[in-house]
């Protein structure tokens, strides 16, 4: 079991910059691969980022690539770099997590993660 609590989220405007976080609580941290998806109004939660047990792994949605960075840390942090926001960005932002027996496990459906966290909000103003 694993909880999940992401902070970092606000309001910022059309090219700025935000740093999401999400601690993850237990000891197992580095066994799980680590997963950003945002979901806005009307709209599916979609995949934005994943990032390997070891960090050496990282994947991204098109819609971000260039944008946004994924990173952990060794204890039991998780982070999303957010820089040059759009509008479009606008969305509550979910942090997840996956327990994997591997280190390169690409996980981008919704589906394949077990644990969520609560949600932040990241707004853009144009």
């Known amino acids: 079991q694993v909880q999940l609590v992401e902070s970092g989220g606000g309001l910022v405007q059309a090219g700025g910059s935000l740093r999401l976080s999400c601690a993850a609580s237990g000891r197992t941290f580095s066994t799980y691969t680590m997963g950003w998806f945002r979901q806005a109004p009307g709209k599916e939660r979609e995949f934005v980022a994943t990032?390997?047990?070891?960090?050496?792994?990282t994947f991204y949605a098109d819609s971000v690539k260039g944008r946004f960075a994924v990173s952990r840390d060794t204890k039991n942090t998780a982070y999303l770099q957010m820089d040059s926001l759009r509008p479009e960005d606008t969305a509550v932002y979910y942090c997840?997590?996956?327990?994997?027996?591997?280190?390169?496990?690409?996980?981008?459906?919704?589906?394949?993660?077990?644990?969520w966290g609560q949600g932040t909000q990241v707004t853009v103003s144009s």
């Open positions: 990032i390997s047990r070891s960090g050496g792994y």
């Open positions: 997840a997590a996956a327990p994997s027996i591997t280190d390169y496990d690409k996980r981008v459906r919704p589906d394949d993660y077990d644990y």
